[in-house]
């Protein structure tokens, strides 16, 4: 197996560790359901995103036409997805818009940047590789921004389980995309700069949720 194998091995094994933990803390009261839905879109994301790669992508032709670039599309979406998901689930349990918050400006922003980018992407393919990852890395960045605004507007509330665990996932995400645009090229670089950071950050956060927490609430 190559470098890059293992760390996405080593990645999947992180994030269905803090899955499980995850699932377990909620079962026991400790944590909300929104943290569960997110790391379920990390694993399920990683894995299918693997699997279409595998059977669709890897070997076809260039520029990709057909199934294989409908199946390269819908990865697009699944990776912008992710740092989405992370900032709507800071809104959410960090309380910025806690009223009526699915109409909120923080939600509207980063879903609005989330759709106009997969749509923008499938709509201009093929594009430069360049241009796809500079796309991504605006995506990200600015999920990143109200994911980081979420956690200090609520900063003086109650934690639990969930928000320490989210903190440390802005973190990672926030080493990520400012890593990413120092790669010579983000898709070939990607195993090394993203993976190992996700690695240890998945792992960092099932240690988070396996802890027992103080009866703060």
């Known amino acids: 197996m190559t470098a890059g194998a293992w760390l996405w091995c080593a990645c999947l094994l992180a994030e269905l560790g803090a899955l499980v933990a995850a699932v377990r803390a909620h079962r026991l009261g ?17 894995l299918v995103i693997a699997l279409g790669r595998e059977l669709l992508l890897d070997g076809a032709r260039r520029p990709f036409v057909g199934l294989a670039r409908a199946w390269y599309h819908v990865e697009t979406a699944l990776v912008l997805a992710w740092p ?5 689930a800071c809104v959410r349990l960090f309380g910025w818009g806690e009223r009526g918050w699915w109409q909120g400006r923080p939600v509207a922003t980063v879903a609005g940047f989330w759709a106009g980018g997969a749509v923008a992407l499938a709509g201009l393919h093929p594009l430069p590789r360049g241009a796809v990852a500079a796309a991504i890395l605006a995506v990200a960045l ?21 928000h320490a665990a989210l903190v440390v996932l802005v973190a990672i ?32 956060v099932a240690a988070v949720l396996l802890v027992r927490p103080l009866d703060t609430r």
């Open 173 to 204: 995400e926030l080493v990520v995309v400012l890593l990413g645009p120092f790669s010579h090229d983000l898709f070939r670089d990607w195993p090394i700069l993203a993976r190992l950071p996700y690695a240890l950050g998945f792992g960092a």
């Open 30 to 46: 400790r944590v909300q359901l929104p943290i569960v839905y997110l790391l379920t879109l990390a694993f399920d994301g990683d």
């Open 84 to 88: 989405c998901g992370l900032a709507l």
């Open 142 to 162: 600015v999920a990143v921004v109200v994911a980081a605004v979420a956690v200090v507007r609520g900063w003086r509330r109650t934690w639990g389980l969930e």
